[in-house]
Nanobody, 126 residues
């Protein structure tokens, strides 16, 4: 069983930065896809960044601004968010899943994830 607990959300002005953390409880195998996803008001949940075996992937909307990383003990996943804009306002979730044969971590849909955190709110004002 895996438990994920996010923290670090808050309110910032446009251009500001936040660092989200996801504490991971339970065993995470190497071939576990970790992801940060977000859901803005009135919109569906979308993938933002993924991390697997040291490789990182980003959606076009955050590429160059956000950085996903993991600590050496593999018990915390981070999302460093720079140059935030109001379009980044959303509930941010940490999620994880094992990859099935033929699937790619960077192409997973929200429904593909097995474990979710409770979310942390990010609000960016103009």
């Amino acid at each position: 069983q895996v438990q994920l607990v996010e923290s670090g959300g808050g309110s910032v002005q446009a251009g500001g930065s936040l660092r989200l953390s996801c504490a991971i409880y339970g065993y995470i195998p190497t071939q576990y896809c970790m992801g940060w996803l977000r859901q803005a008001p009135g919109k569906g949940r979308e993938g933002v960044a993924n991390f697997i075996s040291g490789n990182t992937y980003y959606s076009d909307s955050v590429k160059g601004r956000f950085t996903i990383s993991e600590d050496n003990a593999k018990n915390t996943l981070f999302l460093q968010m720079n140059s935030l804009n109001p379009e980044d306002t959303a509930m941010y979730y940490c999620a994880s899943t094992t990859l099935s044969s033929g699937s790619r971590c960077s192409q997973l849909l929200p429904a593909d994830y097995d474990y979710w955190g409770q979310g942390t709110q990010v609000t960016v004002s103009s």
